[in-house]
Each structure stands twice: as structure tokens, then as C-alpha cells.
Nanobody, 119 residues
């Protein structure tokens, strides 16, 4: 059974950093593309960053480019999102997503972790 568990969310002041982690189990992690999405109430879920199964290709959404970094450790079955210089508009529920590299239409989701950026 595929399981994705996010951790690391919380309340943080603007300008500070937070690191989210996604632990995967029940699937061959090293063959899956990993993504981080975020969603605020009333809006669609949006892609924040993605990393290929081998880690050699990374995509980062423009609004977080230069501030957020996605990474993965295939030995530990984890995918992290390092978030620096956080802004109030980064407040959202952050979701981990996994898709087989050869079947992108198949998507698995975690339950999400809340990130609140506020002074």
C-alpha cells in the first residue's frame, strides 16, 4: 500500500526557514517522480516543485524559485522541501505527491502539512 507522510510544517515568522519532509513507503521510491504541491482555501492545488526519480531534473515554480529547494534521498525514501525567506503568501497546506516515472497519470498523495507564515 502506497503511503506518503509529510512532516515539518508549522507556524513561522516571515523571512524564516522551514524544511518539509515526505516519507514514502509501499512502493519503489527510486522509480517515482516526487512533487510538492500547496493549496489555500478557495484555490486550486498548485505545483511548487518536482524532482525526477534520479534527482537530476528539478522543476521549481516561479514564485518560489531561489527560495525553495526540493531534494530527495532514495536510500531513505524521503523527499524534502527546504523553504527559505518565507513570505505570508507561502501560507498553505503542503502536499507530497508521487508518480511512477513511466506512468505520470498515476498519482499518490499524502494528507498534507500546514505551513503558516505570520508575525
Amino acid at each position: 500500500q502506497v503511503q506518503l507522510v509529510e512532516s515539518g510544517g508549522g507556524l513561522v515568522q516571515p523571512g524564516r526557514s522551514l524544511r518539509l519532509s515526505c516519507a514514502g513507503s509501499g512502493f519503489l521510491f527510486s522509480r517515482y517522480v516526487m512533487r510538492w504541491y500547496r493549496q489555500v482555501p478557495g484555490k486550486e492545488r498548485e505545483l511548487v516543485a518536482a524532482i525526477s526519480s534520479t534527482g537530476d531534473t528539478i522543476i521549481t515554480e516561479d514564485s518560489v524559485k531561489g527560495r525553495f529547494t526540493i531534494s530527495r534521498d532514495n536510500a531513505k525514501n524521503t523527499a524534502d522541501l527546504q523553504m527559505n525567506s518565507l513570505k505570508s503568501e507561502d501560507t498553505a497546506v503542503y502536499y507530497c505527491n508521487a508518480s511512477p516515472a513511466d506512468s505520470p497519470a498515476v498519482k499518490y498523495w499524502g494528507l498534507g502539512t500546514q505551513v503558516t507564515v505570520s508575525s
